[in-house]
C-alpha cells in the first residue's frame, strides 16, 4: 500500500496561488486514483478534486473550477494541486488521498479513500 507525503502550502495573499504536492511511495502509484480535500474546524471534509490513475479523467467542486487544477506525474509518483486565484474561502487543511479500484462518482466521498497524507494548511488572506 502507499504513503503520502504533502508538501506546499502556507500563507498567501487572495488573488495569489500555491501549489501542492503530493507525493507516494511503497506501492505502484499509478494503480491509485487521486483526490484532494480541504477540511475546516467543525465542518466535514469537503471534496475538491480528483484524478484518474492514467490522468485522462478530473473532477472538481464547483467552488474551484476554473481556479484549481489538479495534475499528476506517475513517473515522480506525485499528484499536484495548482491553486490560483486564492480566495479567504480556500483557506483550510488540504489532504491528499488514494483510492484503488474504478474512477467514478466514488471520487467525492472521503469515505472511499484507502490512504491519506498527513495534510498541509493554506491561508488565504483578504
Request: hydrophobic share 35%; proline share 3%.
Amino acid at each position: 500500500q502507499v504513503q503520502l507525503v504533502q508538501s506546499g502550502g502556507g500563507l498567501m495573499q487572495a488573488g495569489g496561488s500555491l501549489r501542492l504536492s503530493c507525493a507516494a511511495s511503497g506501492g505502484t502509484f499509478s494503480s491509485y486514483n487521486v483526490g484532494w480535500f480541504r477540511q475546516v474546524p467543525g465542518k466535514q471534509r469537503e471534496f475538491v478534486a480528483a484524478i484518474s490513475r492514467s490522468g485522462r479523467y478530473t473532477d472538481y467542486a464547483d467552488s474551484v473550477k476554473g481556479r484549481f487544477a489538479i495534475s499528476r506525474h506517475n513517473v515522480e509518483n506525485t499528484v499536484y494541486l495548482l491553486m490560483n486565484s486564492l480566495k479567504p474561502e480556500d483557506t483550510a487543511v488540504y489532504y491528499c488521498a488514494a483510492k484503488s479500484g474504478p474512477y467514478g462518482s466514488t471520487m467525492f466521498s472521503p469515505d472511499e479513500y484507502e490512504v491519506w497524507g498527513q495534510g498541509t494548511q493554506v491561508t488565504v488572506s483578504s
